[in-house]
Each structure stands twice: as structure tokens, then as C-alpha cells.
């Protein structure tokens, strides 16, 4: 096993801390989780507090090994510093896109970390386009590239047509988020995986012409 970054550490220890918090207390549970409702009250807190409760153990473990087998690459590509801004940026957009989308939803709420770690996800497949990612149940692993494109594209169908108990658009901003900071902090993307990048942004550039265009 990699030797795992302390920002790292912290990060998955504040989230371990927190979600088993919530599991045993409804109250805390049920002031900082990510709530249309609270959030109208001038309850900001919730759209940071929220991306650290988890629903169960499965949920909270999937999150936290993703961020584990990717937060190196991101820690090492562009520093501690900037892969924190990275993460928390990231959660933050996610939880902004689900409130545009569900503003008028007051009973909607929604936790996890997913919005965070899909940032620091993206933001290291623009580093390492090529590594090989498995989709979903697909025995087969596929360039991370491609991966990053599908995985958006079915975010935007599952925003258009509400599969599932899961936050698409908070993941879907938390690629956002990863996408345009990390060009931000390594510009020199630009330069080394220029298709990849346009390629990466097509998701992107869709979902707004279809927010646009009042489709989703």
C-alpha cells in the first residue's frame, strides 16, 4: 500500500469522525446535513458540513478509497496546499450546483463527499489521461480519459432523469470544480494534454447548454 499524504489522513479521519458521528446521532445528523430548507434559514454551514456525513459504512468507504488511490497524484502534481483547495472547492461547487438545481425543492437534502473526491478525481485523470479505470461493473479497464467523459454523461442523464438516491449535479460540480482548478494550478496541461482537456470540457460545455436551454 501507498504511504498515505496527512492531508490526506486528515481529511479521511474528519470524514470517518463525522459520518460515524451522524450514524449515531440524528440531531447532528440532521443540523449539518445538506438541506434546501436549512440552507433558506441562513443555515450556510450545511453546504461545507454536509460533505463529511456519509449515509452508512459503504457509502463512507467507497468515498474514502477513491480519494485514497487518487489524492497522491494530485498531492504530487501540484502540491498539499492546492490539492486541499482542490477538495474543498470541489465540495463546496458540487453542493452550490445541487442548490441551483434544487432551490425550490425545500425537502431535499443530501450528504457525502462524492462532489469532493469526483474533483480530485478529474483533476488527477487530467494529469494522468491514459491510467486505466474500471466503469461501473465493466470487468475491463478503460483510459481514464474516456472513463472522465462517460462517468459526466451519465451524471447528466442521471440529473435529467433522477436515477437513483445519488447527487449527480453535486458530483457533476465537483468535476467542475477539479476540472478548472487544476488548469488553473498547472497550466502547462494546456500545452501537454491540450485534446484531453478539450475533450474533458465537452461534459461541461453540455450540461450548460442544456441548463440553457431550460432541459435539465
Given at each position: 500500500?501507498?504511504?498515505?499524504?496527512?492531508?490526506?489522513?486528515?481529511?479521511?479521519?474528519?470524514?470517518?469522525?463525522?459520518?460515524?458521528?451522524?450514524?449515531?446521532?440524528?440531531?447532528?445528523?440532521?443540523?449539518?446535513?445538506?438541506?434546501?430548507?436549512?440552507?433558506?434559514?441562513?443555515?450556510?454551514?450545511?453546504?461545507?458540513?454536509?460533505g463529511?456525513?456519509?449515509?452508512?459504512?459503504?457509502?463512507?468507504?467507497?468515498?474514502?478509497?477513491?480519494?485514497?488511490?487518487?489524492?497522491d497524484i494530485v498531492i504530487v502534481s501540484v502540491g498539499v496546499f492546492k490539492f486541499i483547495l482542490i477538495y474543498i472547492l470541489s465540495l463546496l461547487v458540487g453542493n452550490f450546483l445541487s442548490f441551483i438545481f434544487h432551490k425550490n425543492e425545500y425537502h431535499y437534502s443530501a450528504i457525502?463527499?462524492?462532489?469532493?473526491?469526483?474533483?480530485?478525481?478529474?483533476?488527477?485523470?487530467?494529469f494522468y489521461p491514459d491510467m486505466g479505470l474500471?466503469?461501473?461493473?465493466?470487468?475491463?479497464?478503460i483510459p481514464a480519459w474516456i472513463f472522465g467523459i462517460l462517468y459526466l454523461?451519465?451524471?447528466?442523464?442521471?440529473?435529467?432523469?433522477?436515477?437513483?438516491?445519488?447527487?449527480?449535479?453535486?458530483h457533476?460540480?465537483?468535476?467542475?470544480a477539479g476540472y478548472v482548478l487544476t488548469i488553473l494550478f498547472a497550466p502547462g496541461l494546456l500545452q501537454t494534454h491540450l485534446w484531453i482537456v478539450i475533450l474533458l470540457a465537452v461534459p461541461i460545455v453540455l450540461l450548460f447548454i442544456l441548463m440553457k436551454l431550460k432541459k435539465i
Open positions: 500500500m501507498q504511504d498515505m499524504n496527512i492531508a490526506t489522513m486528515v481529511i479521511i479521519v474528519a470524514n470517518v469522525l463525522m459520518s460515524i458521528k451522524g450514524f449515531s446521532d440524528f440531531s447532528f445528523f440532521e443540523k449539518f446535513k445538506f438541506n434546501i430548507a436549512g440552507i433558506h434559514k441562513g443555515e450556510k454551514i450545511r453546504m461545507f458540513s454536509s463529511f456525513l456519509h449515509a452508512d459504512y459503504q457509502h463512507l468507504f467507497f468515498n474514502m478509497l477513491t480519494l485514497y488511490f487518487f489524492a457525502g463527499a462524492s462532489g469532493a473526491v469526483t474533483g480530485i478525481l478529474y483533476s488527477a485523470i487530467l474500471y466503469l461501473f461493473f465493466i470487468p475491463i479497464a454523461l451519465f451524471s447528466i442523464y442521471g440529473m435529467k432523469k433522477s436515477i437513483g438516491n445519488i447527487g449527480h449535479d453535486a457533476f460540480g465537483g468535476a467542475i
